[in-house]
């Protein structure tokens, strides 16, 4: 093994108590396993069981743990509480992974389409968060990392609700961070581009996106930003010229992701349909 691979499994994690949630796929499960290489200990939370228990089944070490539990529900919230007050008297670090993507023009997404799609991306990690402060208060350096996505940095037609949902989720980042900044919790916000989970990649071909990150290799960025104690993890390239070109000259990006320019004097009746009705439910 060269020095460069020895570094980042030279157990930057060693003994850390890391709670996980959407931990049954995707990224969540990617999170869960390379942080268990790294000498972690990992709680591991998804509403479904069996999935919960493929990824149990691919942790190294001892000492882990896993709880069916649905988030956006304050009993259950309050059971995983009670289960890691219980098991280990504290907490590092809490990853906020779970989430929902929903694809299709606004105007063709339910209400209850865009109820669930919030409460579990934005309201439920707001106040699992809160109700694991006092936890995390007895940590040992601990962290808050939420998963955002560069949705959020660059809202694309079609995902106007997962847009909003994952700019909200940077902004209560970058809140955080300075809130508990003297409590010594540190907030780290995570922004992958288009992942290859089950079900995303269905949903994210509306937005033309065709190279898919691995969920290996995101888990593998953010761990290492998070032993360099890094507040944001942004993956590199043309969505980092995006994001800057989005603040300076916006047009461009409204161009680019659209097709064609912005104008209030667009022909009536266009709008909205540039994106057939195809709404996916899943979680990262």
């Known amino acids: 093994?060269?020095?460069?691979?020895?570094?980042?499994?030279?157990?930057?994690?060693?003994?850390?108590?890391?709670?996980?949630?959407?931990?049954?796929?995707?990224?969540?499960?990617?999170?869960?396993?390379?942080?268990?290489?790294?000498?972690?200990?990992?709680?591991?939370?998804?509403?479904?069981?069996?999935?919960?228990?493929?990824?149990?089944?691919?942790?190294?070490?001892?000492?882990?743990?896993?709880?069916?539990?649905?988030?956006?529900?304050?009993?259950?919230?309050?059971?995983?509480?009670?289960?890691?007050?219980?098991?280990?008297?504290?907490?590092?670090?809490?990853?906020?992974?779970?989430?929902?993507?929903?694809?299709?023009?606004?105007?063709?997404?339910?209400?209850?389409?865009?109820?669930?799609?919030?409460?579990?991306?934005?309201?439920?990690?707001?106040?699992?968060?809160?109700?694991?402060?006092?936890?995390?208060?007895?940590?040992a350096i601990p962290r808050v990392v939420n998963i955002g996505s560069m949705f959020g940095e660059i809202p694309f037609p079609g995902f106007a609700a997962y847009s909003a949902s994952k700019a909200a989720i940077k902004g209560f980042s970058i809140a955080l961070r300075r809130e508990l900044s003297g409590n010594g919790i540190a907030v780290t916000y995570a922004a992958p581009r288009a992942t290859d989970t089950d079900g995303a990649a269905m949903a994210l071909e509306k937005a033309g996106n065709r190279k898919l990150d691995s969920p290996d290799r995101v888990a593998a960025q953010i761990w290492d930003a998070v032993h360099l104690g890094k507040n944001h993890v942004y993956p590199s390239g043309l969505e980092r010229l995006f994001m800057l070109l989005q603040s300076i000259a916006p047009g461009f990006v409204d161009r680019a992701v659209t097709g064609k320019p912005t104008k209030a004097t667009q022909t009536p009746g266009t709008q909205g349909q540039q994106i057939q009705k195809e709404t996916a439910h899943v979680q990262h």
């Open 1 to 139: 093994m060269s020095s460069a691979s020895r570094w980042k499994f030279d157990m930057p994690l060693k003994g850390k108590r890391i709670l996980i949630t959407g931990a049954g796929s995707g990224i969540g499960r990617a999170l869960a396993i390379d942080a268990s290489r790294r000498g972690a200990r990992i709680c591991i939370c998804g509403r479904r069981q069996d999935k919960l228990h493929e990824t149990m089944e691919r942790l190294l070490g001892a000492g882990h743990i896993e709880l069916a539990a649905d988030i956006t529900v304050d009993v259950d919230r309050i059971r995983l509480l009670q289960l890691l007050v219980r098991k280990w008297d504290g907490l590092d670090m809490l990853v906020n992974n779970a989430g929902l993507i929903t694809s299709g023009t606004l105007e063709q997404t339910s209400t209850a389409q865009i109820e669930a799609l919030l409460t579990t991306n934005v309201l439920a990690p707001m106040l699992l968060t809160r109700q694991f402060i006092p936890l995390l208060q007895v940590g």
